[in-house]
């Protein structure tokens, strides 16, 4: 089986920075995409981040600029940096990993727990 932890959530003011972290874990052969997710209170979840291997990384416009997707394969864990941090942002962050766990199974998404960020004053 394979598990996603995320950490590195938290209650910040408006205007700092948090940075996420991933870590896959389990049986994995190959990963392709990596990629954040946040669901707001009432929202729908919307993607933030994605980075897909052999691609530039890709951002939702309101965060372009002042979110920071990082992978590190060998350790597969992917990273999400967050500066100027708005109110708005407030969310339950989700990393998710598409995935080959072995060489003969196809590719899979896999989704974490959620971490929660809250910006507030």
């Known amino acids: 089986q394979v598990q996603l932890v995320e950490s590195g959530g938290g209650l910040v003011q408006p205007g700092g920075s948090l940075n996420l972290s991933c870590v896959a874990s389990?049986?994995?052969?190959?990963?392709?995409?990596m990629a954040w997710y946040r669901q707001a209170p009432g929202k729908e979840r919307e993607v933030v981040a994605t980075?897909?291997?052999?691609?530039?990384?890709s951002y939702a416009d309101s965060v372009k600029g002042r979110f920071t997707i990082i992978r590190d394969d060998d350790k597969n864990t992917v990273f999400l940096q967050m500066n100027s941090l708005k109110v708005e942002v407030t969310a339950v962050y989700y990393c998710?990993?598409?995935?080959?766990?072995?060489?003969?199974?196809?590719?899979?998404?896999?989704w974490g727990q959620g971490t929660q960020v809250t910006v507030s004053s």
């Open positions: 389990g049986i994995i052969y190959k990963i392709n995409e």
């Open positions: 980075h897909i291997s052999g691609s530039d990384p």
């Open positions: 998710s990993v598409n995935l080959q766990r072995t060489m003969l199974t196809m590719m899979s998404f896999y």
